[in-house]
């Protein structure tokens, strides 16, 4: 069915690959050539196309800005060792964001035509796909409404559209977070499982403090008592205390991560220990106290895994224990990498072969 869409490709006179430095390429600040897009309209999916990486013409009235009608999603493309464009768990990113379209009062993608499109897309920008340890294409699908219209409702007209980026890591070295005690990212009820634009804008001025105080990033706590260990900005949150992995379950007000079920279940695969529960912040201080605690990490596509080195807690930083090679962190890390190259045997069936 995919290979059956009617899609219009219209390429570049000219690439522009020539003007990236294969040895500097940072996080999200160069695109590739081409883009996906196709319109929402009269209740169906229509003006299936490829274009060249272009500014968009948008009527001031454009309800996306207004309204905050507006999702996303982010994966990441590598090349196997014959050269192979490979995607890690796209389908798990169609069912999240079609989750979230339905959070948000939009309309579900179509696997025909997501999957459709994240294929001819690669296909045809797959040299921009960088080879290099550490280095992959990041793909960021995603939707807004479309209608020009000041009035507060869900639009009846919408755009979707895919770009890629190459990009280097997101994190050069371990991070230092910060756990919030006051500002709360989601609230029972709200938007915080979905991967909504809004989301993220609230979060930016809390996230901006912890930075001039020196951290990296935010633990974000609970809304209601500030009691309970939620995610990390960009990032769900792990610990291994006393060689039991445990992480916050999923829920109303976390998002559910693909790097993050990917990591559970290798974690169940090699027979390791491991809880999804509610875990409190005293918890954690009292392992970090007690030297019970053996590692804190960030896990999600953009970074994959990101060592955690120190905490922040009511103004008294608390150091982590630095991981070797032996911790589950970064062995865990290792593994994903070379599986998302074709480095690993593929036995969960997460690569999907462009």
């Given amino acids: 069915m995919i290979d059956a869409l009617d899609i219009q490709i219209n390429k570049v006179e000219k690439s522009r690959i020539n003007e990236v430095d294969p040895n500097n390429i940072p996080f999200g600040k ?30 001031p009235s454009t309800a996306a800005i207004h309204y905050g009608q507006s999702i996303f999603e982010g994966m990441k ?64 699908p995603f939707m807004f409404a479309a209608d020009e219209y000041i009035g507060v409702r869900p639009s009846n007209t919408y755009k979707f559209m895919i770009f890629t980026c190459p990009v280097g890591a997101y994190y050069t070295e371990p991070v230092k977070v910060k756990i919030e005690t006051k500002y709360a990212r989601a609230f029972e009820g709200g938007t915080g499982f979905a991967k909504a634009a809004g989301n993220y804008a609230s979060s930016l001025y809390p996230a901006q403090l912890a930075q001039k105080e020196g951290y990296h990033q935010l633990i974000w706590t609970d809304g209601k008592t ?46 390791m220990a491991l809880e999804e529960r509610k875990i409190t912040v005293q918890e954690i201080l009292e392992a970090i106290q007690n030297e019970t605690i053996q590692e804190a990490f960030g896990v ?18 608390f150091k982590l224990p630095v991981p070797g090679k032996e911790n589950f962190s970064v062995r865990v890390l290792n593994y994903l990498e070379r599986l998302k190259r074709g480095k690993e045997e593929d036995k969960f069936g997460w690569m999907y072969k462009i």
């Fill in 77 to 140: 493309a590598f090349k196997n060792e014959n050269g192979e464009p490979m995607l890690f768990r796209p389908k798990k990113n169609l069912k999240r964001f079609n989750r979230s379209a339905e959070r948000m009062c939009m309309p579900a993608v179509p696997e025909e035509i997501f999957m459709g499109g994240l294929t001819e897309l690669i296909r045809l920008d797959a040299n921009w796909i960088p080879d290099r340890d550490g280095t992959s294409m990041y793909v960021r």
């Fill in 300 to 317: 999600g596509t953009a970074v994959t895994v990101a060592h955690v080195s120190l905490i922040g807690y009511n103004g008294e930083n």
């Fill in 226 to 271: 500030h009691s309970y260990i939620e995610e990390s900005g960009t990032m769900n949150i792990m610990f291994i205390i006393k060689d039991k992995l445990i992480t916050p379950a999923v829920s109303d007000t976390i998002l559910e991560g693909i790097t993050r079920d990917s990591i559970l279940q290798v974690a169940r695969d090699w027979g």
């Fill in 30 to 59: 160069i695109c590739s050539d081409h883009m996906f897009l196709a319109d929402y309209e009269d209740g169906e999916w229509k003006n299936l196309r490829i274009e060249p990486y272009a500014y968009l013409r948008l009527s």
